[in-house]
């Protein structure tokens, strides 16, 4: 069967084109395939389905075989991924997800190709019960949080997926031991994707991202959306204009306006193969 492997400033998946073609048990084949070593590699796999309600359908397992009801940078790729391929035409589109239907604006390229979407994520969901956690409240902002032994204070946002979001030095963590323990911890019925984030300009944020079922990767669009809402919540940032998240694949643009969020971003073809399934 066919694959595309394509990213969004680094978070990358491995696509199939599933619009007339099924795959068979997509959780064993995320596990097998997603291994760096001795497969194709990637954060997980993301099927382009049929849809009765949008242009298309995402489906999305990370790299543990679990199924994820949102990934922003993937969503662009299927965007482009379903433009490229002449299943939709023009510059915008629909996407059902398991956390809704999101509707995508294009930028298109001299080639025809898409290279870059906006998309409308939604409403940030910001009661503790619906992300869902142990806390309770229309809103979790700078919570205490104890994770081995050592005491945080977290702000949570559900984005079609739950994060949690610490306001501290990205860059001097040990993520392979703080992270699982986040994505783990008791106050979280299932898991959470954590980002540690903090501020370096003028509604700019830098951020590193521990996502439950892959580990720490080079970027999540649901975690900058987040992130750019957990930094209005705490009057790190302004709402309603564009906050630039820096994450270790590159920068997206959020921005947090009546409770919607709007994320803008590349979205890329890496390169294309085949593989016996």
């Given at each position: 069967?066919?694959?595309?492997?394509?990213?969004?400033?680094?978070?990358?998946?491995?696509?199939?084109?599933?619009?007339?073609e099924?795959?068979?048990?997509?959780?064993?084949?995320?596990?097998?395939?997603?291994?760096?070593?001795?497969?194709?590699?990637?954060?997980?796999?993301?099927?382009?389905?049929?849809?009765?309600?949008?242009?298309?359908?995402?489906?999305?397992?990370?790299?543990d075989?679990?199924?994820?009801?949102?990934?922003?940078?993937?969503?662009?790729?299927?965007?482009?991924?379903?433009?490229?391929?002449?299943?939709?035409?023009?510059?915008?589109?629909?996407?059902?997800?398991?956390?809704?239907?999101?509707?995508?604006?294009?930028?298109?390229?001299?080639?025809?190709?898409?290279?870059?979407?906006?998309?409308?994520?939604?409403?940030?969901i910001?009661?503790?019960?619906?992300?869902?956690?142990?806390?309770?409240?229309?809103?979790?902002?700078?919570?205490?949080?104890?994770?081995?032994?050592?005491?945080?204070?977290?702000?949570?946002?559900s984005?079609?997926?739950?994060?949690?979001?610490?306001?501290?030095?990205?860059?001097?963590?040990?993520?392979?031991?703080?992270?699982?323990?986040f994505?783990?911890?008791?106050?979280?019925?299932?898991?959470?994707?954590?980002?540690?984030?903090?501020?370096?300009?003028?509604?700019?944020?830098?951020?590193?991202?521990?996502?439950?079922?892959?580990?720490?990767?080079?970027?999540?669009?649901?975690?900058?959306?987040?992130s750019?809402?957990?930094?209005?919540l705490?009057?790190?940032?302004?709402e309603?204009?564009?906050?630039?998240?820096?994450?270790?694949?590159?920068?997206?643009?959020?921005?947090?306006?009546?409770?919607?969020?709007t994320m803008?971003?590349?979205?890329?073809l890496?390169?294309?193969?085949?593989?016996?399934?």
């Amino acid at each position: 069967m066919k694959f595309y492997k394509m990213h969004g400033i680094g978070n990358d998946y491995i696509y199939f084109d599933c619009m007339k073609e099924q795959l068979k048990n997509p959780e064993k084949l995320a596990v097998k395939l997603s291994d760096r070593h001795f497969s194709i590699g990637g954060d997980g796999i993301i099927l382009l389905c049929h849809s009765d309600i949008a242009d298309c359908k995402m489906r999305m397992f990370n790299a543990d075989g679990s199924e994820g009801k949102m990934c922003g940078n993937g969503i662009r790729c299927v965007g482009k991924l379903a433009h490229d391929l002449g299943y939709v035409k023009g510059d915008s589109c629909t996407v059902e997800t398991l956390s809704g239907v999101k509707t995508l604006d294009f930028d298109i390229s001299p080639d025809g190709s898409v290279a870059a979407a906006r998309v409308d994520m939604g409403e940030a969901i910001l009661e503790g019960e619906k992300i869902p956690s142990a806390f309770r409240g229309d809103r979790v902002v700078e919570a205490p949080l104890t994770v081995d032994g050592r005491n945080y204070e977290v702000t949570l946002v559900s984005m079609g997926n739950p994060h949690c979001v610490v306001f501290t030095d990205p860059d001097n963590l040990n993520l392979e031991e703080i992270g699982p323990s986040f994505e783990h911890h008791p106050s979280f019925p299932e898991r959470i994707n954590t980002e540690f984030v903090s501020l370096i300009g003028k509604n700019h944020l830098k951020m590193r991202v521990w996502e439950r079922g892959s580990g720490e990767t080079l970027a999540c669009g649901t975690g900058a959306c987040a992130s750019a809402v957990a930094a209005c919540l705490c009057g790190l940032c302004e709402e309603g204009k564009p906050i630039t998240v820096t994450l270790l694949g590159g920068d997206l643009k959020i921005t947090y306006s009546g409770g919607r969020v709007t994320m803008y971003g590349p979205c890329e073809l890496a390169f294309t193969g085949e593989i016996n399934i």
